[in-house]
């Protein structure tokens, strides 16, 4: 089959022709879900999950400059294409980070980890992640091949330090999960929390190795030039990732943990043991005390 001259160019920059219908796609479902995601982030005012409408809009400009890489292929759109579709999923990290700060921090720091601390430290791998995997995207589009093999090196390293980080924070979930300090396991509100972290967990991993082995395979490797990969293993698990966000939103799920924490922590949680707490007045036959109908009160909500 013989390819037109603007096939050819689009040829020279994908190493394959890519299709417009499934670039078209995307954009549309990741414009949908952002926007979705969004109303649920302002009604339940939980501002860290803007993380996930600004990483779907990222997505949708990624997918726009795809679109634009196949009828007018420049430097420019390319370079553009290549970050938004690189960088953006490592921030949908932050949003577990954030949620199992605020978890902990909910439970009363009943383990020995700082919360703030916890945060922190995967906020700043986070960082640095970006900082490594954006240089090294910046340098995938320069047709030079010293910079080429240098873009391959640092996005390599951006990867296997990122998986690195997310296995230690995997274990900490687990660890926050299981600890019986932290007084969350069996709190039936605090299921679907853990839920959409260890889904989305599991989807970033496949995301994140297949990168891995794409890059590491080469720019003009199989898994790279055929993007039945790309779309399976890249947009799926990222598209997937954003609508478990939005269908187990955190802002909703938090709210409703913390309504049953609140009813349960005076009675249950180890680490209120041996501390200064406010005791209940005696209960009045045939009244109960103003303390007790208030946990009965918060119990029905959290139900």
């Not at 089959?1 to 160019?9: G, H, P």
């Given at each position: ?9 689009i ?12 670039a ?7 414009f ?8 649920i ?12 409408a ?20 420049a ?22 980070y ?12 009943g ?46 390293v ?30 039936k ?13 599991a ?8 990168r ?42 938090l ?24 005791s209940?007045?005696?209960?009045v ?19």
């Open positions: 089959m013989a390819y037109t001259l603007l096939q050819q160019t040829y020279a920059w994908f190493h394959q022709i890519p299709k417009e219908e499934a078209i796609f995307a954009l549309v479902v990741f949908l879900i952002g926007v979705a995601n969004l109303v982030t302002c009604r339940t005012k939980a501002w860290f999950m803007l993380t996930v600004f990483t779907a809009a990222l997505e949708v400009a990624g997918y726009a400059f795809r679109i634009t890489m196949l009828h007018k292929p430097y420019g759109p390319f370079v553009a294409m290549q970050a938004l579709l690189i960088i953006p999923p490592i921030f949908l990290a932050l949003v577990d954030s949620a199992v700060g605020k978890l902990m921090r909910l439970a009363g720091g383990g020995r980890l700082n919360p703030a601390w916890v945060a922190r430290f995967f906020f700043a791998s986070d960082i640095l992640c970006l900082a490594i995997q954006g240089a090294g995207a910046g340098l995938s589009s320069s047709m030079n091949g010293g910079d080429q093999n240098s873009a391959k090196a640092l996005l390599i951006g990867l296997i330090l990122q998986l690195f980080f997310f296995t230690c924070f995997t274990g900490i979930t687990i660890y926050i999960n299981l600890n019986k300090k932290y007084g969350l396991r069996g709190i509100q605090c299921q679907p929390i853990f839920i959409c972290l260890y889904v989305t967990i989807l970033m991993y496949i995301r994140s190795i297949f891995l082995i794409e890059f590491a395979d080469g720019w003009y490797g199989p898994i790279a030039s055929n993007e039945v990969y790309f779309y399976v293993l890249d947009f799926l698990m990222i598209f997937l990732c954003s609508v478990v966000f939005t269908v187990l939103h955190f802002g909703v799920h709210k409703k943990a913390e309504l049953a924490l609140v009813a349960v922590l005076p009675v249950t949680a180890p680490h209120m043991q041996g501390t200064e707490t406010t209940m007045p005696p209960k036959a045939g009244k109960p005390s103003d303390a007790s109908a208030d946990v009965v009160q918060i119990q029905a909500l959290a139900a």
